[in-house]
């Protein structure tokens, strides 16, 4: 089978062709295998749609299912527009979480978010305040003044308690720096766009920022989000790395 690999700003993901829905988590474990398959943070399966440019699956290195991944929305909207899926400098497509509308413009990539839902915001945990945000998979956010050292064990024993991604966020100097846990890579990743999007939510509703912020994740690329006339838009340089043929896996 003919795969491609792309990375979002360092969350990577392998993006293929299907005629037909299916369980596919078993494939994506053995294709996100860092060792013995191509290795990725994800894998989404590009379907055929008769109403928008196509439906995608998206499953994380796990294999589990995910409705919605901002960084794989703004990689597969390039890949569909590569392939002559989608036109017209735009794809529009049916996601777990509803439909997206993404921009293309060279490998810069826009993707509209879904309307984010906060679903609480005074969870107390180790004497602070997260926030549970779902802005199209759920995300607990705390702000802290300082994000150099991020506890992994304890993103763990959160993720696991709330069944959701764990991010740590800092806003200055007009920057958004974020960390995040993600759920079903059960890791760190270099970049996580819908907590990218839960940060600049909790910020910009405690009135800590608005308009356009320059966003960096882990992997220290530079990606911008924005609220205008009710919808978060979240952008940045898409990097088609390469295209395989794979065998036995
Ligand atoms: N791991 C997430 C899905 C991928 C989200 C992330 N890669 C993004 O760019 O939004 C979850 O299971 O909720």
């Known amino acids: 089978m003919k795969v491609t690999k792309y990375s979002g700003n360092g969350n990577d993901f392998v993006i293929f ?3 037909e829905k299916a369980d596919r988590s078993e494939l994506a474990r053995k294709l996100c295998h860092r060792q013995n398959g191509v290795g990725a943070d994800g ?3 590009v379907l055929p749609h008769h109403q928008y440019d196509f439906e995608w699956e998206f499953y994380n290195a796990d294999g589990s ?3 919605m991944c901002g960084n794989a929305s703004r990689c597969v909207a390039h890949f569909a527009h590569e392939k002559g899926i989608s036109k017209n400098g735009v794809s529009e497509f049916l996601t777990g979480a509803g439909v997206i509308r993404a921009t293309i413009n060279g490998v810069y990539v826009v993707s509209d978010m879904v309307a984010p839902k ?3 915001t005074n969870i107390q945990e180790d004497g602070e305040t997260w926030w549970l945000i779902d802005s199209g998979v759920p995300h607990l956010v705390v702000i802290r003044e300082n994000i150099e050292h991020f506890d992994i064990e304890q993103a763990r024993r959160l993720r696991h308690n709330y069944n959701a991604n764990v991010n740590i966020c800092k806003y200055e ?3 958004l720096y974020v960390r995040t846990y ?3 890579v059960e890791d760190e990743t270099l ?3 819908t907590g990218m999007v839960a940060c600049y939510i909790r ?12 966003v960096q994740p882990k992997s220290g690329d530079e990606l911008y989000i924005s609220y205008e006339n009710g919808v978060y838009r979240f952008g940045g340089k898409v990097t088609k790395t390469f295209e395989a043929e794979v065998f036995d896996i």
Request: contains cysteine; negative net charge; glycine residues 12%.
């Open 17 to 19: 062709i299907a005629q």
């Open 173 to 175: 100097n007009e920057t």
């Open 43 to 45: 894998m989404v399966v």
């Open 65 to 67: 299912v995910a409705d």
């Open 182 to 184: 993600e759920r079903g």
């Open 118 to 120: 906060i679903i609480n």
């Open 203 to 214: 910020h910009h509703k405690e009135g800590m920022l608005e308009g356009q912020v320059r």
């Open 191 to 193: 970049a996580c766009g």
